[in-house]
């Protein structure tokens, strides 16, 4: 299902603003309707993480354990927004090769109140500082994410260590090569200038060429045409393999499998993913960049699908146990939230609905069914939720983009027109996307946790862990009663 376009195939929603637009014909204008759109989608994000996330994941592990939790998911907020701004922006979200970017912005250098970043329209930007900020929060919650894998066993001082080489070397590489293209603005300006050509046959030559240089200048993922409208490759499927990984590497918590291990406190759980959910209508409805139409459709779907999915989880717990749970119904809101994260801007509301009701069955078989047979600590189910749901999101948003079955297409800003609708093609494309991220986060995670492991140790002991880490680690209780 691909669409007979150039580069500009795979669309990326979070990467179209990449750099400050230089139209050779038109300066473009910043909408402060969409530059407000952003500012407000940047804080929702951030309220995704915390506290959303972290209390979310808080609530799950038991209490002697909730304060590492805490931490762990507010450091990475910190961290990351650091080394975003240092050389993360840069390296992500600028020219340099199909896998990874340069430093021509690194600690953020050109980047200004007066410089702007593209957005879906041509001619329409908005402030690069906001679309910088924005980024940032995504940046910020992927790795949060993978901390619920190896939670209530590893030591701080692993994922202080472990956290920020991640992102440098997993998470910007993954964003540049998904989301990096280089903007409708140069696409539609090179056009032009071909058009501008006519018949001086040098003019057009060169006008030709720079439409090739043009579409060139883009990540390896996106010039395989696979799309993604707002993280579930670069966010889900990276920080759920990595989660496995790092459970399988670090190992079982003591006494899993035979000591009572259930959430200590769902009502925080049950805040916390509602928080998600509210907060990811920046994430999905964010990444249209603009105060549009596709904002809306991005909005309703994650309405609707995430409904779906906790549904679907719900009823199908509910069958096979007996019994209805508020931790079935939240989790499989949060798959849903993860499944129609790549689709959002892409499927039609009753396509996303679809994808809500599969991805709740399908998330919690691998949370169940699978994770049992295995044998594996995946503590939080990082795995079994984003990975194996963004997995589902990645390789359903191939089918519901079809404008058949009540999809938008994807615009070819060569002709200003939605490309062709290629099945077979659009499904390779999307492989595409799902086994890069896969391949990329799962080895770079596996080295990564060797290396922790040799400078200071992954696991905390045995002892250190029967006592919790919040008292052993940090010297402080979530609770004093």
Not at 7 to 17: I, R
Not at 355 to 372: A, D, H, P, Q, S
Request: hydrophobic share 55%; proline share 3%; charged share 10%.
């Amino acid at each position: 299902m691909t669409f007979k376009r150039p580069y500009s195939a795979g669309l990326a929603a979070l990467a179209v603003g990449l750099f400050t637009a230089t139209a050779a014909f038109a300066e473009p204008t910043v909408n402060k309707g969409d530059n407000a759109w952003m500012l407000t989608s940047t804080v929702l994000v951030l309220l995704m993480t915390i506290p959303g996330l972290a209390l979310f994941y808080g609530g799950l592990v038991r209490s002697k354990n909730m304060l590492s939790v805490l931490m762990q998911v507010f450091y990475c907020v910190c961290i990351v927004t650091i080394l975003w701004a240092l050389y993360g922006y840069s390296i992500a979200f600028t020219g340099g090769s199909d896998f990874i970017g340069g430093f021509s912005k690194a600690f953020l250098m050109g980047v200004t109140p007066d410089s702007k970043a593209a957005t879906f329209s041509v001619d329409a930007n908005i402030s690069e500082l906001v679309y910088v900020c924005f980024q940032m929060t995504f940046a910020a919650i992927t790795p949060a994410l993978i901390v619920g894998a190896f939670a209530e066993r590893m030591k701080f001082s692993a994922v202080a260590l472990f956290i920020p080489l991640w992102v440098t070397l997993i998470y910007f590489p993954i964003a540049h090569m998904v989301w990096y293209w280089a903007g409708p603005d140069a696409i539609s300006d090179a056009v032009k200038a071909i058009a501008a050509a006519g018949s001086d046959a040098a003019a057009k030559a060169a006008a030709e060429a720079k439409l090739a240089e043009v579409n060139a200048d883009a990540g390896w993922v996106f010039k395989k045409g696979a799309i993604d409208f707002a993280g579930g490759t670069v966010v889900h499927i990276n920080a759920g393999i990595a989660g496995l990984v790092g459970a399988l590497l670090i190992g079982k918590r003591v006494g899993y499998g035979k000591d009572l291990m259930a959430p200590h406190s769902l009502t925080m759980s049950m805040i916390g993913a509602s928080l998600l959910w509210v907060g990811w209508f920046g994430f999905n409805a964010g990444s249209n960049l603009e105060a549009s139409g596709g904002a809306a459709l991005a909005m309703t779907n994650s309405f609707v699908a995430t409904a779906a999915a906790a549904l679907s989880w719900m009823f199908a717990e509910w069958m096979i146990k007996g019994h209805p749970s508020v931790l079935g119904a939240i989790s499989g809101a949060v798959a849903g939230l993860v499944a129609v994260t790549p689709a959002a801007g892409y499927s039609g509301p009753m396509g996303a609905i679809v994808l809500g009701l599969v991805v709740g069955v399908v998330c919690l078989f691998f949370c169940t069914v699978v994770k049992n047979a295995l044998g594996y600590d995946d503590s939080l189910d990082v795995f079994g939720v984003h990975c194996v749901g963004g997995i589902v999101g990645a390789l359903a948003t191939g089918i519901l983009v079809n404008p058949s079955l009540g999809g938008t297409g994807v615009m070819d800003y060569t002709t200003g027109k939605i490309g062709d609708y290629d099945f077979a093609a659009q499904m390779i494309s999307q492989c595409w996307g799902v086994g890069t991220t896969l391949v990329w986060s799962g080895i770079g995670s596996a080295i990564l946790y060797k290396v922790v492991d040799v400078i200071v140790g992954l696991r905390a002991n045995v002892e250190t862990e029967r006592e919790g880490l919040d008292i052993t680690e940090h010297t402080e209780r979530a609770y004093n009663m």
